[in-house]
């Protein structure tokens, strides 16, 4: 069975420096990684994937996460976040025809 | 504009009635997914459905009930068999790779909060 583990609950951080939101992985086949950001009280929205190729993959936002498939990790990254990046990500791995998801990290950034 | 629609936003129920929440999608995406989701679980699967006519139990289903009988709509009815039903509803869509084995990326609705009285 497929399962996901979001390793931090919560992230605080000043704005302009740089955050990495970590996601563990576990699953016997290859998989499909997600991560998505959910704003306060709205559906949730796709930051990037890993479907294959090359293990950094870029999404929108300035976000980047890099697929390290022997430490099963597929870690979300920025430089430099602002505020507008205050929110919750979800990192997600596919099989049998649907995702599961992690907990959630829950992004703070302060001013 | 394609996307998914839920309606409606904030609902209100009283305990012991049975409530059924819209999900309709206009991307032609075969699979469409009901979640709940409350503070600090992150999202757990109730139902999902591939194919027209067809739909299986996610891992909270106790509750719940589904039908799929346009690929377009996937309406979730709360009954009053779930025990707290009060949490934030989010449904999703996505096409199926090929034999169905993984999803690519699912689509969500904005959500409808269900609050019960």
């Known amino acids: 069975a497929q399962s996901v583990t979001q390793l931090d609950s919560q992230v605080p951080v000043f704005e302009e420096a740089p955050v990495e939101l970590r996601c563990n992985y576990s699953?016997?086949?290859?998989?499909?990684l997600f991560w998505y950001v959910q704003y306060p009280n709205q559906g949730l929205q796709l930051l990037l994937k890993?479907?294959?190729?090359?293990?950094l993959v870029k999404g929108i936002n300035g976000f980047e996460a890099e697929f390290n498939k022997s430490q099963t990790s597929f870690h979300l990254r920025k430089p430099s976040v602002h505020i507008s990046d205050t929110a919750e990500y979800f990192c997600?791995?596919?099989?049998?025809?649907?995702?599961?998801f992690g907990q959630g990290t829950e992004l703070s950034v302060k001013p | 504009d394609g996307g998914i629609t839920q309606s409606p936003k904030y609902l209100f129920r009283k305990e012991g009635q049975n409530v059924t929440l819209s999900c309709e999608q206009n991307?032609?995406?075969?699979?469409m997914y009901w979640y709940r989701q409350d503070p600090g679980q992150g999202l757990r699967l109730i139902y999902y459905?591939?194919?027209?006519?067809?739909?299986q139990k996610g891992d909270i289903a106790e509750g719940y009930s589904v039908s799929r009988e346009k690929k377009e709509s996937f309406p979730l009815t709360v009954t009053s068999a779930q025990k707290n039903p009060t949490a934030f509803y989010l449904c999703?869509?996505?096409?199926?790779?090929?034999?169905?084995?993984?999803?690519?990326?699912?689509?969500f609705g904005p959500g409808t909060r269900l609050t019960v009285l």
């Open positions: 999703a869509s996505s096409p199926l790779t090929s034999g169905g084995r993984s999803t690519d990326t699912q689509y």
């Open positions: 699953s016997s086949v290859s998989v499909y």
């Open positions: 890993y479907l294959s190729g090359s293990t």
């Open positions: 997600a791995v596919s099989g049998e025809g649907k995702l599961i």
């Open positions: 991307l032609n995406h075969d699979a």
């Open positions: 459905s591939q194919i027209v006519n067809d739909f």
